[in-house]
C-alpha cells in the first residue's frame, strides 16, 4: 500500500533546494574572493613595478632608509622603498603592500655604459709613446697619449697584428686619468671599519635582502673558508688576510679584509675589497657581476705595494680596480698572468701588467702598462694582449663607480621576489 | 462495456487537507527564500564587464610605447572607451605618471589603472 506522506516529499524536496542554494552561495563566495584576491594581486604588481621605476629615477641619496610612500595619494597604492649600498653596486627593495597582503622583489642596479666615452683603452699622457709588438690587438675606440702609439721590436719579434694598430677612433688622452666616484670611495672605504658578530660554525648561511646585512667578523685572526656557501646579503670583514677556498660557495656577497688570497680553481660572483693585496690562483672564475678592488685611503710609512695578482688562465666577469688616496713610493698595481680574460672594465691608478695571451673584453683605464721577460722590464708595452670593446656584450653594465659609464640607472639582476 | 464498475487492487491513502496545506506552506517558503538568494547571489555577482575592461586596461598599460607617453588620449578598444592621461610623476620629468580608465556605452566607469613607467626605458 502506498503511502501519501506529502509532508515528508516537501522536506525532501526543501532540503534539495537547500543543498543546491547552499552550493550556490559557497561557490558565490569563492569566485568573489579569489577573484578580489586577484585584483589585489595585479593592483600590487602594478604598484611594484612604479615602485622599481621611482627607484631607478631617484637620486643616489634617496631612500637609504626604508620609505613608505602612497604613489598616487589614492587608496591601497603604498609601497615601502629602500636602496641599499652594495659594494660598487646599488641593491634596491621595493614592497608594495596593501591590508595582509605584500609582495616585494629586490633588485640589483647598475648603469649602462656611456657609448660616447666609451673606449677599449684609455692611457694617460705621460709625454711618451705606446709601444705595441707582437699579437697586439685593439679594437675599439682608443685614448691615447699626444706621442702616440708605434710598433716596437721585443723579444726579437715584430708587430704582427693589423696595420692600422688601433681598429677604431684614435683619441687624446689627457694627463690624468678621469677620476673614480669619491662617493662611492668613501662608502666602499667605510665598510673596512665596520664590526659584526664572529662566525660560526656553518656551512651554508642564505641572508634576504629584506633583512638587515649579516655581517661576519674575523677580526684579527686569519681565517680561510672552505666547504662553505654563503648567499645573499652577507658581509665578511677581516682585518688581516682571508683566505677564500675552491670550495667556498660565494654569491652577491661582498669581502672587506686587509688581504684576500683565493685559492686555485674557485668559481663564484662576488666583491672582494682589499687595502693591502688581492691574490687569486690559478684557473678561477668570477662570474659577472663581480668585482676585485683595492681601496687604501691611509697609507702607512712602510706600507706594501697594494697590488691585485691574478693566476694564469683566470676569467673575472666585471670590475677590478685599484685605487689608493695618497700613494707612497711603491705605486699599487695589477698584475695579469697568461691567458686571463676580463669581460667588463679595469682601472687602474696607476699602472698593469699583463703576460701573454691577455685578454680584455671591455675597457681599461690605466697610467701605463708593464711587460716583463725573462732579462727585461718594458715600460709602457702591450705584447701580445688583446683589448677589444666591441666583444663586450651590449648588455654589459657597470658601476658609476668607474668612468664612461651613464647615470642612468637599470636593474642588474633580479635576487629576491615572492 | 459501459457501465462497468472500475476496480482497483490497491488502496491509496490519501493526505489530509492540512497536510497538503502544510506541504504547501513550505514548499511555498523554501521556493521564496531559494529564490531570495538566488538573486542576491546574481546581484552581488562581479560584472564580466569590469573584469573584462580591467583586463583591457592591462594589456594597454603593457603595450604601451614611449610614443605613447607624450600626449592624453581617448581610444576605443571593443566595447570600451579607454581614456589615457599622461603627467611627468611629482616634478619628475623621468618618470611619468599615465591613469588609464575604462568607460562603457553609457560613458560609466568600469576600470581604472594608474603606473609609474619610466620613458625610453627598453628593459
Not at chain 1, 697586439?136 to 723579444?155: M, S
Not at chain 2, 568607460?103 to 628593459?123: G, M, R, S
Request: glycine share 6%; proline share 3%.
Amino acid at each position: 500500500m502506498l503511502r501519501a506522506s506529502a509532508l515528508y516529499l516537501v522536506i525532501v524536496i526543501a532540503l534539495v533546494i537547500g543543498v543546491i542554494c547552499s552550493s550556490l552561495v559557497v561557490v558565490a563566495y569563492f569566485y568573489r574572493a579569489e577573484y578580489q584576491k586577484k585584483c589585489r594581486y595585479d593592483k600590487l604588481s602594478h604598484n611594484l613595478l612604479s615602485g622599481v621605476n621611482l627607484l631607478l629615477t631617484t637620486p643616489d641619496a634617496a631612500y637609504l632608509q626604508q620609505t613608505k610612500i602612497s604613489l598616487f595619494g589614492a587608496e591601497a597604492d603604498s609601497v615601502a622603498l629602500q636602496i641599499i649600498a652594495w659594494g660598487i653596486y646599488d641593491i634596491g627593495v621595493v614592497k608594495a603592500f596593501t591590508q595582509q597582503d605584500t609582495i616585494y622583489k629586490a633588485f640589483s642596479i647598475a648603469n649602462p655604459v656611456d657609448s660616447g666615452k666609451w673606449a677599449a683603452l684609455y692611457i694617460a699622457d705621460d709625454d711618451r709613446p705606446l709601444s705595441v709588438s707582437g699579437k697586439t690587438r685593439i679594437e675599439g675606440n682608443a685614448f691615447l697619449p699626444k706621442a702616440g702609439i708605434q710598433t716596437a721590436y721585443v723579444d726579437n719579434k715584430a708587430y704582427e697584428g693589423d696595420k692600422r694598430l688601433v681598429l677604431g677612433k684614435k683619441l687624446t688622452s689627457e694627463k690624468k686619468l678621469p677620476s673614480l666616484d669619491a662617493a662611492r670611495l668613501d662608502a666602499l672605504d667605510h665598510y673596512f671599519s665596520v664590526q659584526g658578530d664572529k662566525p660560526a660554525s656553518m656551512d651554508s648561511l642564505t641572508q634576504s635582502f629584506l633583512k638587515p646585512t649579516k655581517i661576519l667578523d674575523f677580526k684579527n685572526k686569519p681565517y680561510t673558508l672552505n666547504n662553505l656557501s654563503l648567499k645573499g646579503n652577507i658581509l665578511l670583514h677581516s682585518d688581516t688576510t682571508l683566505t677564500i677556498d675552491s670550495t667556498t660557495k660565494l654569491d652577491n656577497i661582498l669581502v672587506f679584509a686587509k688581504a684576500i688570497i683565493v685559492k686555485e680553481g674557485f668559481n663564484g660572483k662576488c666583491q672582494l675589497f682589499a687595502s693591502d693585496s688581492i691574490a687569486v690562483g690559478k684557473n678561477c672564475r668570477f662570474n659577472y657581476p663581480s668585482c676585485l678592488g683595492i681601496v687604501r685611503s691611509k697609507t702607512a710609512a712602510f706600507s706594501l705595494q697594494a697590488k691585485i695578482t691574478v693566476g694564469e688562465t683566470s676569467t673575472i666577469s666585471g670590475t677590478v680596480f685599484t685605487w689608493e688616496k695618497s700613494p707612497g713610493e711603491i705605486k699599487p698595481i695589477i698584475r695579469l698572468s697568461k691567458k686571463d680574460t676580463v669581460r667588463g672594465q679595469i682601472y687602474s691608478q696607476h699602472g698593469i701588467a699583463f703576460k701573454d695571451g691577455c685578454v680584455v673584453y671591455g675597457s681599461l683605464y690605466t697610467k701605463y702598462f708593464l711587460y716583463q721577460n725573462s732579462f727585461t722590464l718594458y715600460e709602457n708595452y702591450l705584447i701580445n694582449v688583446e683589448l677589444n670593446s666591441r666583444q663586450l656584450s651590449s648588455y654589459y653594465m657597470g658601476s658609476n663607480l668607474l668612468p664612461a659609464i651613464s647615470k642612468k640607472k637599470k636593474i642588474l639582476q633580479w635576487l629576491e621576489e615572492n | 462495456m459501459a457501465g462497468r464498475k472500475l476496480r482497483i487492487a490497491t488502496r491509496v491513502k490519501a493526505s489530509t487537507i492540512l497536510e497538503v496545506v502544510v506541504s504547501m506552506v513550505i514548499i511555498i517558503a523554501v521556493f521564496g527564500v531559494a529564490m531570495m538568494i538566488y538573486a542576491n547571489v546574481t546581484r552581488m555577482s562581479l560584472s564580466g564587464q569590469k573584469i573584462k575592461a580591467q583586463a583591457v586596461l592591462s594589456q594597454v598599460m603593457k603595450n604601451m610605447g614611449s610614443a605613447e607617453l607624450s600626449s592624453n588620449q581617448e581610444s576605443v578598444i571593443g566595447d570600451f572607451t579607454v581614456e589615457r592621461s599622461v603627467k611627468p610623476y611629482d616634478g619628475n620629468n623621468n618618470l611619468i605618471e599615465v591613469d588609464l580608465k575604462a568607460y562603457d556605452k553609457n560613458h560609466i566607469p568600469l576600470a581604472e589603472l594608474h603606473q609609474l613607467i619610466i620613458p625610453n626605458n627598453d628593459q
